[in-house]
């Protein structure tokens, strides 16, 4: 799970260098951002499914054995084109890692609180591991060309595959019942239409590609919830949505990948082309999010049985939205170590929301649906950070453009250059030049603006699971929106 969430991050600091040698434009450097989670969101409730019924272990072995050839196809990708594919590759694969992870935690720790324990350090893998994918990409930058943060996963996977062959347990649903194909083509005709429709709605505007897509991915989501209802072997219990606890913490656990990864996305960016930092620099200014992530498995458990569930998680959310304003305010100062203060409590707050939220999530069913659980949560993390890149990013981009105050005898290419990124702009007139200096001006209102919003948006969440999450104490456990076995 480590390996997964920095490959989600890890090429957020080599966007200037892979900018300056494939050239791609503003909306493949999105579509490289976005591609990854993308797949992941639309194929983990498939994945899921099938890790439930031929095994968990065998398809998560499997799953990183592909994951390594794809790392090596983006490693070596001669074109922005090329790039985009191999990642698509990489959702691909990693869609079966993730449910897999998930579950055979779920089926390893049957004791709630040793569940929570665990999840609570998969959950700092996961948040931690967004954090700290920076901080590994700048030192693959330091000394080498921008595809060593792809080849550095090869050598991971092949150890991983090793070990994992002996020390992981099998596991898998005595009875499966049938796989639904239809099913599987829905929610993945529903999910990547409907997160399409919203990225480039904000980034284009309402056009002809957007409705129809809207359109689709709207119908094949009521289709799929309808065929799940008359399954009697669904690849989800939609009836669980019905439940105000369960829902309130999926919502928490997709607005908590959506702020952080909306954020960091953009943030590496503006640490080495605003900042002026190198790529090693700027991994060790976001160090602060995954220590803080790393905390929160010390401290859930103590604000479980202080607070409750409900509460801890509503807790949780407030402290993420706070470091969200405290960045905003840091992305002005002069000091870079206001802004890794500043990214402490987001790390933290994420942590402690994500953990809490996934257990109750993955605790809603028998163990011998884990896989199935375990792809609601963990497309609700790929979800939040797919619509986190795409409605923040966006958002910048957009503000950005917005906050442009060009010379009106700048020739058109130039212009075009300016308007089309930050990292264009570097590129093509120069980091010293008077035009450059204006897009730093308009690309640090955007990362502010844009800062406040998604703490806004915290702040909301925040306010809904306090509302539906139960606060019901147990110490050292969380309180589940389900039932057990």
Known sequence: MLLLAIDGTVLYLAVPSLTADLAPSSTQILWIGDIYALALAGLLVTTGTLADRFGRKRVLLAGTAAFGVASALAAFAPSAEMLILARLLLGVAGATIMPSTLSIIRNMFPDQAERTRAIAIWSAASAGGMALGPLVGGVLLENFWWGSVFLINVPV??????????????????????????????????????????????GSGIDFQTVPAALVGVVAG????????????????????????????????????????????????YLQLVRGLGPLAAGLVELPTTIAAILAVAVVGVLVARLGTGRAVAAGLLVGALGLGLIAVAEGADHHLWLALALLPLGLGVGVAMTLTTDAVVSAVPSQRAGAASAIAETAYELGGALGIALLGSGVTLVYRASLDLPVDVPGPARAAVEDSLASAVNSVGPDS??????????????????????????VAALIAWRTIPSGRKTGTAVTAGTEE
């Open 157 to 202: 996977v092949l150890v991983f595959l090793v070990t994992g062959a002996f020390l992981l347990p099998e596991s898998r649903n005595p009875r499966p019942g049938r796989f639904d194909l239809l099913s599987a083509a829905l929610s993945l005709a529903a999910i990547v239409p409907l997160v399409y429709t919203v990225k480039h709605a904000i």
């Open 222 to 269: 009521v289709l799929f919830v309808r065929r799940q209802r008359r399954l009697e072997t669904p690849l989800i219990d939609v009836g669980l949505f019905a439940n105000k606890a369960f829902s309130g913490a999926v919502l928490a656990n997709v607005v908590a990948i959506f702020a952080l990864m909306g954020l960091l996305f953009f943030f590496s960016q």
């Open 434 to 459: 008077g035009l450059a200096e204006a897009a730093r001006e308009a690309f640090t209102t955007a990362m502010q603006v844009t800062s406040v919003v998604a703490a806004g948006i915290t702040v």
